[in-house]
């Protein structure tokens, strides 16, 4: 048995995150398949992901991220350097809350795990199509969201953006941001992507 277990699901981005930060830093992980609302006591809040390791238990993504690279070798997800970490972080901050609330809302929304009115998820996609020119004039700047190296904050936004194409009108804001579009091929190709990309893809609500 792996020393980490991960309790969330393949389709969830979060948990995707917290996946590709044990494959980019080689951690042997189990994931135990669990839907949120499904997580016990393992999580009062009742989301996912949920990190085990040993007798610790960790929930909250960003937090998870933190502990794996603190406590593992392997690449760094947060640089050493202190201003070089806060742009991580800043970043991070910017994925969490700006994607989150804007594309990943939509998104939810229009697969149905998100029951809104129509209006709200309008709402949702106008957000998107404010935030996502943001992060392609940082990636016009850099390579990876917070520079020339891979960090966390790319862990989790590539999840989210990997879904963009399965919905029209988030494709037609991702055509819109070249920059992005460069950085998620050469997201695509890396071996933790291809690992971890989900089995299948929800259908639309009706």
């Not at 951690?27 to 390791?53: F, Q, S």
């Not at 129509?118 to 016009?140: C, S, T």
């Amino acid at each position: 048995m792996a020393d980490i277990r991960i309790h969330g699901m393949a389709l969830s981005t979060f948990t995707r995150a917290v996946r590709l930060g044990c494959h980019e830093k080689g951690i042997d992980y189990e994931l135990v398949p669990t839907r949120p609302g499904e997580t016990g006591a393992l999580n009062p809040l009742l989301k996912i992901p949920v990190m085990v390791h040993g007798d610790f238990t960790l929930f909250e993504s960003t937090a998870i991220l933190r502990y794996l690279d603190r406590t593992f070798p392997g690449p760094k997800l947060w640089p050493d350097d202190a201003r070089e970490a806060a742009i991580v972080d800043q970043w991070v901050g910017a994925v969490c809350d700006s994607v989150l609330n804007s594309a990943q809302r939509y998104m939810a929304a229009r697969f149905d795990f998100l029951p809104v009115p129509a209006e709200m998820a309008e709402l949702y996609l106008d957000k998107a199509r404010r935030v996502i020119p943001v992060f392609d004039r940082q990636l016009a700047r850099t390579r990876f969201l917070a520079g020339d190296a891979l960090t966390a904050a790319d862990l989790l936004f590539a999840p989210s953006f990997f879904w963009f194409d399965s919905l029209l009108e988030l494709k037609a804001i991702a055509d819109l941001a070249p920059n992005c579009r460069r950085w998620a091929g050469e997201m695509a190709a890396r071996p933790s992507m291809i690992a971890t990309t989900p089995p299948a893809k929800p259908e639309l609500a009706a």
